[in-house]
């Protein structure tokens, strides 16, 4: 395996610069007060494509050699990868295809779309997600980068936590959510080198509790077929990401599927911005446990704002446990 | 009529400093292609109280003669100056007396309650909530501060064009939204002032036109029980603003109920910030004049962001004619 640390992370933020948001990061007097703990809310929900896939995404397609520009580039993906994929090809001017569950969201998928990659839809099963998309590579010779079991890609994300060490450090603790641990693996990266004694926490939804029951188990743990609101967090585990997460996160917080809408239903009402559910996790796992953070300096990455908005009544206050 | 000015304005801003936001302005390179114009967004929806005005009853709130304080303030409002006078009589531990219509959004009444001001509910009628208000200013010996028909309140208004002239000049037009035309007035204080060649805008529902017709008619016209989805902009000219909005505004440009609701989805789902039906009036009517704008340097300010998420399935998608 190959992999990646901090040069990598540095080279990856060069790479990137002017294709992708310094995003800014927001504090909120009403959530602090909420947590007990200083929050500092990294907004990757206004990062290009609305999400930190961009990152790992614009890395791997600058990074390609020029032989493979003519034959692209493709993945498979749940929807915030594909449509970062697609957009970094397109800042280069290359094909990008991308196979994508029929039941991603519509708003993924038009946004696809939008930023011109060709979509081929597959059976929503991590099985028929691997199998379609090794046909598209042996038909069209793409380069594929894995939504995050790709070195390229953690190097890329680990510049989201580059950039909130320099807007605000010192942090006692890094909470960030975690699906197939391409956030959190850059995260790793970035924060065990320039800033050892931060915490590293993943949130993960309880019916998505993969990365959970790998750390318990010593190895990883796949799920297929799970449920669960934060639609970004579906995926499992693959080698290089289970690399940094047995290695390097201090622990992994899971959160019911009402706590998860709780907290997004918050971040909309009271501090104004969208973000998708996956990217809420975090601040549920916060307000899940008061004794953890209460009094310290926690960053916490809103991870994207690509919320489906026709599946928002799902949010009404009448339908969680928000008070 | 004490009629305010560009001093009353700058003396607004150096008393209500440390108790409002200077907001951040956005820009969006979606929302500029949409447009064919370059949207400079003064986010309101960001300020204190998720409205502009918080500024306006700052400046009221603070200016109170010392005397006045043990006999607080009072007033009626059908939703974003209750909160902001709830806020700004809360920083100064005194009294917040409001007379709310008993439809108002359920967000605001707890958020007046959250701010600690005492609601007294009326009907929905602009009659009815003057005669409360008489009743409680009788009772309690409040200081009444009448949402927009007010110097101190207008000048308090104007600090926000003040702020989105030094953050964004030089613009070729400001486009607010206009219900009681409080912001407006205070934003031809500022920009006739400092600005003389910026136009000046007032984006108004079409179901609730009374700017229009009051322009159109050479007086103010009043509408009672009114329907719109832009809650916030229900109430009628007063002669204070009446005095503005006739002298001073470029054009009043009326949108539909439609063209409101898809606004307000696109920002969401673009710029991945909330914010509520009368702040999106000012991009709906940018979109549906476009021959008016393309080209030039719009500063739209997008007034509040005090939404009732359960009331979000209407921007379903499907009930738009967003693209």
């Known amino acids: 395996m190959d992999i990646p640390n ?8 060069g790479r990137i610069a002017g294709h992708v948001h310094v995003t800014p990061v927001l504090r909120s007097a009403f959530m602090d007060a909420l947590s007990g703990a200083e929050l500092f809310f990294k907004c990757e929900n206004f990062q290009k494509t609305g999400s930190f896939k961009a990152r790992g995404a614009c890395n791997a397609v600058f990074g390609l050699p020029r032989e493979q520009h003519s034959r692209g580039v493709a993945t498979h993906s749940s929807g915030n990868h594909a449509q970062a994929l697609s957009y970094a090809a397109g800042r280069l001017g290359i094909a990008a295809t991308v196979v994508m569950p029929s039941d991603a969201p519509r708003s993924k998928q038009n946004a696809v779309a939008g930023y011109g990659g060709r979509i081929v839809p597959c059976e929503p099963l991590n099985r028929a997600r691997v199998e379609t998309l090794e046909r598209v590579i042996a038909e069209t010779g793409s380069e594929f980068v894995h939504p995050y079991n790709d070195s390229r890609v953690i190097a890329g994300q680990g510049t989201c936590a580059l950039e909130l060490l320099e807007q605000s450090a010192p942090l006692d603790a890094v909470v960030a959510p975690i699906g197939g641990g391409g956030l959190m693996s850059g995260s790793c990266v970035t924060l065990s080198s320039l800033s050892p004694g931060t915490e590293i926490y993943a949130a993960e939804p309880e019916q998505a509790d993969d990365a959970f029951q790998s750390l318990k188990a010593g190895h990883i743990v796949r799920m297929d077929r799970v449920r669960t609101v934060a639609d970004g967090l579906k995926t499992s585990l ?12 201090t622990g992994i917080l899971t959160v019911s599927e009402q706590e998860i809408i709780g907290a997004m239903y918050r971040i909309l009402e009271r501090m104004k911005i969208v973000v998708e559910p996956s990217a809420a996790t975090p601040l549920a796992a916060i307000l899940g446990n008061p004794d953890r953070f209460a009094g310290k300096r926690i960053g916490v990455i809103l991870s994207g704002g690509n919320v489906d908005l026709d599946r928002l009544p799902a949010l009404s206050p009448a339908h969680t446990s928000a008070g």
């Open 6 to 13: 901090i040069d990598s992370v540095r080279a990856a933020a």
């Open 238 to 249: 693959e080698p290089l990401t289970w690399h940094f997460i047995s290695r390097c996160v």
